[in-house]
């Protein structure tokens, strides 16, 4: 019987799988660092220290603030402050060291660093409108620090590249070419697949989990959803398809938090002390 070669063609196909199963198993080697995320209860993977993680928070934070100017705005200092205090009040993470500033940008955004450090952006207040408008965004960026998710994505991040360095080993020895096709084609299948939908799902938790912390905090959780409608209204050129996107579509989101209402409504119902809506935000 005669020997028939592998399929030239179909070779790096199969080494691009084999090198996925290399990432899986990169992650399953990471699990000794698994624990569960605060009300959503979903395992994750982590193998940096939460105080590692905060100390890389606070320093990223200082760098930010010494590059990018805070606002003069007074009123809108005390805002986000205010609102900001009242979710810290109840995400049940009494060891973070919590600041909350404002900058002056026309960006609209918000994070909230390991540890506590949050910013909110001029770029995103009109859009928010009020108070409550304000703790969606807020406790959506708090939401993603308590998850840790940033700590879970350095986790996901440190398995792509061992698996990307085991594909490296099985080519050393194949062509340059067929390895440049091996790797790129490992590059998509892992990103597309497993990196940009892991984003995503950070995103929908992030909602989940702050929907849930601006009801404790006292704040009409019905404005989440029409939070996302204005902001996706508010965007200027076309979106990029889900698929491409490390975000869920505005209108997912808004579905998603739709869903969810009944939930936070009754976190809402038994708050301390309501605020609706809370104070307009001068424009």
Known sequence: MSHVSADPVRRPIV????????????????????????????????????????????????????????????????IVRRVGQRIAAVANRPDFKWEFNVIESETQNAFCLPGGKVAVYTGILPVCQDEAGLAVVM?????????????????????????????????????????????????????????????????LEADHIGVMLMAKAGYDPSAAPGFWERFSGSKQGEAPMEFLSTHPSDAHRASALRELLPEAMQHYESSQQKYGMGEAIPQ
């Open 15 to 78: 080494v691009a799988c084999l090198a996925i199963a290399c990432l899986a198993s990169s992650a399953i080697f990471l699990f000794v660092g698994c624990q569960s995320v605060p009300m959503t209860e979903r395992k994750q993977l982590l193998v940096m220290s939460e105080e590692r993680e905060n100390e890389m928070g606070l320093s990223a934070y200082q760098d930010v603030l010494k590059s990018e100017p805070v606002t003069k705005n007074e009123k809108y200092q005390e």
């Open 139 to 203: 406790s959506h960026e708090v939401a993603h620090a308590i998850a840790r998710h940033g700590g879970e994505r350095m986790t996901y991040q440190t398995a792509q590249n061992l698996g990307k360095s085991a594909v490296g080993m099985v080519m050393q020895k194949q062509e340059e070419q067929k390895k440049q096709i091996v790797m790129t084609a490992y590059g998509a299948a892992s990103q597309y697949g497993v990196i940009l939908p892991y984003s995503r799902k950070h995103e």
